[in-house]
C-alpha cells in the first residue's frame, strides 16, 4: 500500500529514512574499515576517510587461513560453542520446564540463586576457575573451557527456556496426557516441538557467547593447538608488532559461521508457531 | 462404553473448597450436563473426572473399574477442550492419529479411523493443514475428531462450544447430540449455557458452590426446581421471586401479598403451618385472564412480534411476564394475570428449598 498525497507524510517518510540511513552508516563504518584494512597492503590500516584499500590483496587472508595450527583453532572454537549450546539446552530443558510447571520446595529459593549467579560477570571467576580446572587436570582442554562457559549458559538457557514454556498453554500437555501420553512424552512431543523456536534461538545466543567469548579463553588456554579464535586473533595483534591486516582478515574469517548460523536459524527466529493451537 | 459413577467426590486448593461431596450416576451410554455458573466448580469436577485433578477424597468408577487413582491415560477416555487443544505442530491427520500412535495402532487402523472420523465430520478437505491454518469452526470439528478417532469409554467436553459464534454453536449443538446418539458412548458435557444444558442432556446436574443442587432429566428439573438457585438458573427470562405469606387452604394453599392470590398446587406445598416464603413464578407460566390472582401494573413492554415480554411490578416487586404478540398493553396499565397451581413455586425464606410435600 502506498501512501502519498499529504505533504506531512512525506515530510515523514524523509525524516524517518534520513535517521535509518544515519544509522546504518554508523553501524557500518567500522565494519567496512575492517574489510578494507583486510584487504590492504601492509600491516598498519590506511589513513583515509574513505575504507577503500588502496593496494587491494588477499595476502592477509592466506596468511591467516594457512597458518598451521588455524584450522585446528577454528574446530576448537566451533566445538567449544556446539557443546556449550548443547550442555546448556539439555541441562536448562527439564529445570525451566519443572520451574514453568510445577510447584515445589525451593522453587523460589532456587530461581533467586540462578538469578544471583547472572549478576557477577564472568572474568570475577576467572582465578578461582583457573584453579579449579588445574586441580582437574583441565587447564588447556576443551572439556575445560565447556565446563566454565556451561556455568552461564545454563541459568540464562533457563531464564530463557522457562519464559518459552510459561507461554505454552498447559491444555496442549493435558490434551496429550488425555489422548495417551506419559507427562515425559507430552513433554516431549508436543511442548519440545511447540517451543522449538525459543530453543533455537536460545542454543544460538549460547553458541555465540561460547564463540565469541575472549578473557576465560585466554586465561585458560595457553598451549597454541588449544586456543580459540578469538585468542588466536589477540595474538596477531601483540606489544611489539601489530598485524592490523591478519587481525582484519582473522576477524572476518570468524564471523562467517556466525553469519552463517543466522541466516540459517532466521525461520525459527519469527516465533509464532504456537498460534493456532489454542484458539486464537 | 461405560456407566460413571462418583461418589464423595472433595477438592480443595489451599483454602478453598471447590467441590464438596459430590455424587453423580451417568448411566452407560448417557449424556450428561454439569451446568452452574462460573465458579461452582464444574470444571474441576470434569478435570477429576479426566485424572488431570486428584480428588482429596471419593471415589470414580466408570464401569466396574475403580479409576479414582489412574493416570489420565489409563482411563480411557477423550476431552474436547474448550481451547481445543489442538498440537500446533501437527497437522490434522496427525493430530488424528496422534492417541492412536501413542497406543501403538496398527498403520492400517488409524487410516481407517481417520477416513472415518474425516468423513463423519467432513475434514477430509483438512487433513494436511496446521492448526493455525482453520477457521474456529474447523478447529472445534477437529478437537471433536481427535476424541472419536480414539472410541474412548467415555467422553469429556469441557465448554467446548463457547469459543464460536451464536449461529455457528447453534449448529454444533445439533451436531454433538447427533454424533452421540449414533456413537452411543458415554459423554459429560460442562457448560454454564443453559440452552446447551436443556437441549443436550439425558441427565442435567445444576452445581452450586461446589455441590450437585438438583440432578435429573432436564425438563424434570425446570419444571420442578428443587431449590431457588436452580430455578432462577434455568429458564429465560429467569423466574420472578416474590416475597408472599403462604395460607392454608381445605385443599391445598393460596399464596398472598399485595397484588397477588394465587392457588398453590398440593404438590407444591407440604403440610406445614405456613408463613413468610417466597412465590417462584416463570415469565412464560402466565396467562392473561380477567378473574386472575396477579395485577401487574405494566411499566415497560418489549414487543419482538411473536411474543412480548411485560416488565411491570406486582405491589412495588418487579415482576416479568411473557405476553402474547398481539397483546399490546400500554405502559401504566394494569393486567390480571392467572398462574395454574402446579406452576406457583414455593421457597422457603431463608433455605431457599422448595417446600415440596414429603420432603
Same mark, same amino acid.
Given at each position: 500500500m502506498t501512501r502519498r498525497g499529504r505533504p506531512s507524510d512525506t515530510l515523514e517518510a524523509v525524516l524517518v529514512h534520513a535517521c535509518i540511513i544515519l544509522a546504518v552508516c554508523f553501524s557500518l563504518y567500522p565494519v567496512l574499515w575492517v574489510l578494507s584494512t583486510a584487504f590492504s597492503a601492509g600491516t598498519a590500516p590506511e589513513r583515509s576517510i574513505l575504507p577503500l584499500p588502496s593496494t587491494p590483496t588477499t595476502a592477509h587472508l592466506v596468511e591467516v587461513v594457512g597458518a598451521p595450527s588455524f584450522w585446528r583453532q577454528a574446530l576448537n572454537s566451533v566445538s567449544v560453542a556446539l557443546a556449550t549450546a548443547l550442555v546448556g539446552i539439555a541441562i536448562a530443558l527439564p529445570t525451566a520446564y519443572a520451574l514453568s510447571r510445577f510447584s515445589f520446595v525451593g522453587r523460589q529459593a532456587g530461581v533467586r540463586v540462578l538469578l544471583a549467579t547472572q549478576m557477577f560477570p564472568m572474568v570475577a571467576s576467572a582465578v578461582p576457575l583457573y584453579i579449579v580446572?588445574?586441580? &582437574?587436570?583441565?587447564?588447556?582442554? =576443551?572439556?575445560?573451557?565447556?565446563?566454565?562457559?556451561?556455568?552461564?549458559?545454563?541459568?540464562?538457557?533457563?531464564?530463557?527456556?522457562?519464559?518459552?514454556?510459561?507461554?505454552?498453554?498447559?491444555?496442549?500437555?493435558?490434551? #496429550?496426557?488425555?489422548?495417551?501420553?506419559?507427562?515425559?512424552?507430552?513433554?516431549?512431543?508436543?511442548?519440545?516441538?511447540?517451543?522449538?523456536? #525459543? $530453543?533455537?534461538?536460545?542454543?544460538?545466543?549460547?553458541?555465540?557467547?561460547?564463540?565469541?567469548?575472549?578473557?576465560?579463553?585466554?586465561?585458560?588456554?595457553?598451549?597454541?593447538?588449544?586456543?580459540?579464535?578469538?585468542?588466536?586473533?589477540?595474538?596477531?595483534?601483540?606489544?611489539?608488532?601489530?598485524?592490523?591486516?591478519?587481525?582484519?582478515?582473522?576477524?572476518?574469517?570468524?564471523? &562467517?559461521?556466525?553469519?552463517?548460523?543466522?541466516?540459517?536459524?532466521? =525461520?525459527?527466529?519469527?516465533?509464532?508457531?504456537?498460534?493456532?493451537?489454542v484458539k486464537g | 462404553m461405560a456407566r460413571v459413577t462418583l461418589r464423595g467426590i472433595e477438592k480443595r486448593f489451599g483454602d478453598t473448597v471447590v467441590l464438596q461431596g459430590v455424587d453423580i450416576d451417568v448411566p452407560d451410554g448417557g449424556f450428561a450436563v454439569l451446568v452452574g455458573p462460573s465458579g461452582c466448580g464444574k470444571s474441576t469436577l470434569l478435570r477429576v473426572i479426566a485424572g488431570l485433578e486428584r480428588c482429596d477424597s471419593g471415589a470414580l468408577r466408570f464401569g466396574d473399574r475403580d479409576v479414582t487413582d489412574l493416570e489420565p491415560r489409563d482411563r480411557d477416555i477423550a476431552m474436547v477442550f474448550q481451547s481445543y487443544a489442538l498440537y500446533p505442530h501437527l497437522t490434522v491427520r496427525k493430530n488424528l492419529a496422534f492417541g492412536l500412535e501413542l497406543k501403538k495402532t496398527p498403520r492400517s487402523e488409524i487410516d481407517s479411523r481417520i477416513a472415518e472420523v474425516s468423513l463423519m465430520l467432513g475434514l477430509e478437505p483438512l487433513l494436511d493443514?496446521?492448526?493455525?491454518? &482453520?477457521?474456529?469452526?474447523? =478447529?472445534?470439528?477437529?478437537?471433536?475428531?481427535?476424541? $472419536?478417532? =480414539?472410541?474412548?469409554?467415555?467422553? &469429556?467436553?469441557?465448554?467446548?462450544?463457547?469459543?464460536?459464534?451464536a449461529a455457528l454453536r447453534a449448529q454444533v449443538r445439533v451436531d454433538i447430540r447427533k454424533l452421540h446418539d449414533r456413537l452411543a458412548a458415554t459423554s459429560i458435557y460442562v457448560t454454564h449455557d443453559q440452552v446447551e444444558a436443556m437441549t443436550l442432556a439425558d441427565v442435567l446436574f445444576v452445581l452450586n458452590r461446589g455441590r450437585v443442587e438438583q440432578a435429573g432429566p432436564?425438563?424434570?428439573?425446570?419444571?420442578?426446581?428443587?431449590?431457588?438457585?436452580?430455578?432462577?438458573?434455568?429458564?429465560?427470562?429467569?423466574?420472578?421471586?416474590?416475597?408472599?405469606?403462604?395460607?392454608?387452604?381445605?385443599?391445598?394453599?393460596?399464596?398472598?401479598?399485595?397484588?397477588? #392470590?394465587?392457588?398453590?398446587?398440593?404438590?407444591?406445598?407440604?403440610?406445614g403451618t405456613g408463613g413468610e416464603v417466597v412465590v417462584g413464578i416463570r415469565p412464560h407460566d402466565v396467562v392473561p385472564a380477567e378473574s386472575g390472582g396477579i395485577a401487574a401494573r405494566i411499566e415497560v413492554l418489549e414487543a419482538l412480534g411473536t411474543e412480548s415480554f411485560a416488565h411491570a411490578r406486582v405491589g412495588a416487586e418487579p415482576f416479568v411476564a411473557r405476553l402474547d404478540g398481539q397483546l399490546r398493553p400500554a405502559a401504566g396499565d394494569v393486567l390480571r394475570l392467572d398462574v395454574a397451581p402446579e406452576h406457583v413455586h414455593v421457597f422457603d425464606v431463608a433455605t431457599g428449598r422448595a417446600l415440596w410435600a414429603g420432603e
Open positions: 580446572l588445574e586441580t &582437574l587436570n583441565l587447564l588447556d582442554t =576443551r572439556t575445560g573451557l565447556v565446563v566454565c562457559y556451561a556455568t552461564t549458559s545454563v541459568p540464562f538457557a533457563i531464564f530463557q527456556l522457562r519464559g518459552a514454556f510459561d507461554t505454552i498453554p498447559k491444555d496442549l500437555e493435558e490434551a #496429550a496426557m488425555v489422548d495417551g501420553a506419559t507427562r515425559l512424552q507430552a513433554f516431549v512431543r508436543v511442548v519440545l516441538p511447540a517451543a522449538r523456536p #525459543a $530453543i533455537a534461538v536460545t542454543a544460538l545466543f549460547a553458541f555465540m557467547s561460547a564463540y565469541n567469548e575472549f578473557i576465560l579463553a585466554a586465561t585458560i588456554l595457553g598451549k597454541e593447538e588449544a586456543l580459540t579464535l578469538p585468542v588466536v586473533l589477540q595474538r596477531f595483534v601483540g606489544e611489539h608488532d601489530a598485524a592490523w591486516g591478519k587481525f582484519a582478515a582473522g576477524s572476518i574469517v570468524v564471523s &562467517l559461521p556466525v553469519m552463517a548460523l543466522f541466516y540459517v536459524a532466521q =525461520r525459527h527466529l519469527v516465533s509464532g508457531l504456537t498460534a493456532g493451537g | 493443514r496446521l492448526p493455525r491454518q &482453520l477457521s474456529g469452526g474447523q =478447529r472445534q470439528r477437529v478437537a471433536m475428531g481427535r476424541a $472419536i478417532a =480414539r472410541r474412548p469409554a467415555l467422553f &469429556l467436553f469441557d465448554e467446548p462450544l463457547s469459543n464460536l459464534d432436564p425438563l424434570e428439573v425446570f419444571a420442578r426446581p428443587r431449590t431457588r438457585f436452580v430455578a432462577a438458573f434455568l429458564g429465560s427470562p429467569a423466574m420472578n421471586f416474590l416475597p408472599a405469606r403462604l395460607e392454608r387452604a381445605e385443599r391445598g394453599a393460596r399464596v398472598v401479598r399485595d397484588g397477588l #392470590a394465587l392457588d398453590v398446587a398440593p404438590t407444591n406445598v407440604d403440610d
